[in-house]
C-alpha cells in the first residue's frame, strides 16, 4: 500500500496540476505547492528536474508506486520489443486497479487499489485481491455480486467526472469490464499531459 493515500492531493498540489482532472482537487483553488514555501516563485527547471517531474506524476498518477515497482515495471517495458515510452504506458495501464478505476467501479486509482486488495473484484470468474496483477486483452474483470450495491460502487458508475476508455468494454448493469486491447499514450484518457519519453530519458541517464 502507498503511504500516502490519505494525502494524496499533496502530489497535486506538488506538480502544480491537477493530475486525475478530479473537481475536489486543492490545485482548482489554489495553484502553489504544499507547505509554508509553497508561494515562493518556481524556479525554472533543468533537464533533469522536468524529466523527474515527468517521472514523478507519472508514477503518482497511477497510486504512487514505490520507486522499486515503477523501476520494475519500467525495465520490463524496456525488455519488451517496440518504443519504451509507450510499452510503460502499456504496462501501467494493463495493472488490475488501473482497469478497475478506469471501468469507473471506484472514484479514484487509491480506491481501486483497496477494492482489490479487499477481495471485491474477480478476473474470468476468479477472485483476484492482488492490484498489481497483469490483465491481458480478452480477460473479464467483475465486481463480486456480494459487492455491487457497495455506495462507493454506485456513485462512481453513475459520475460524469470521466468517461471509460474504448480499450476497455463495460456493462455498469452487470459490473464488468473487458480487456479489449492495451492502449498506446494517445488512447489513454490523462487529464494532463503525460511525457513517458521523459521517463525514458530519466532512467537512461540515471
Known amino acids: 500500500m502507498t503511504k500516502r493515500t490519505s494525502a494524496k492531493y499533496k502530489i497535486d498540489r506538488r506538480m502544480g496540476e491537477n493530475i486525475w482532472g478530479r473537481a475536489k482537487s486543492p490545485v482548482n483553488r489554489r495553484e502553489y505547492g ?15 528536474g522536468t524529466q523527474l517531474r515527468a517521472k514523478q506524476k507519472l508514477k503518482g498518477y497511477y497510486g504512487d508506486l514505490t520507486e522499486k ?9 524496456e525488455r519488451v520489443k517496440g518504443d519504451t515510452g509507450e510499452n510503460l504506458i502499456g504496462l501501467l495501464e ?5 482497469i478497475v478505476y478506469r471501468a469507473k467501479f471506484v472514484p479514484t486509482v487509491f480506491a481501486a487499489r483497496q477494492f482489490v ?9 476468479k ?19 456480494r459487492s455491487k ?14 468517461d471509460v476508455p474504448d480499450y476497455l468494454d463495460v456493462d455498469h448493469s452487470k459490473m464488468t469490464a473487458s480487456f479489449v486491447r492495451t492502449p498506446s499514450l494517445s488512447d489513454v484518457p490523462y ?6 519519453n521523459l521517463v525514458v530519458e530519466f532512467y537512461a541517464k540515471n
Request: glycine share 6%; aromatic share 6%.
Open 34 to 48: 504544499p507547505g509554508q514555501h509553497g508561494q515562493r516563485r518556481k524556479a525554472k527547471l533543468s533537464d533533469f
Open 69 to 77: 515497482q515503477f523501476r520494475r515495471i519500467y525495465a520490463e517495458a
Open 94 to 98: 494493463r495493472r488490475l486497479d488501473a
Open 117 to 125: 486488495n479487499h477481495g471485491h473484484v474477480t478476473v474470468n470468474g
Open 127 to 145: 477472485r483476484v485481491n492482488i492490484p498489481s496483477y497483469r490483465v491481458k486483452e480478452g480477460d473479464v474483470i467483475a465486481v463480486r455480486d
Open 149 to 162: 450495491q457497495l455506495a462507493i460502487v454506485l456513485e462512481a458508475a453513475q459520475s460524469a467526472e470521466r
Open 191 to 196: 487529464p494532463v499531459m503525460m511525457e513517458p
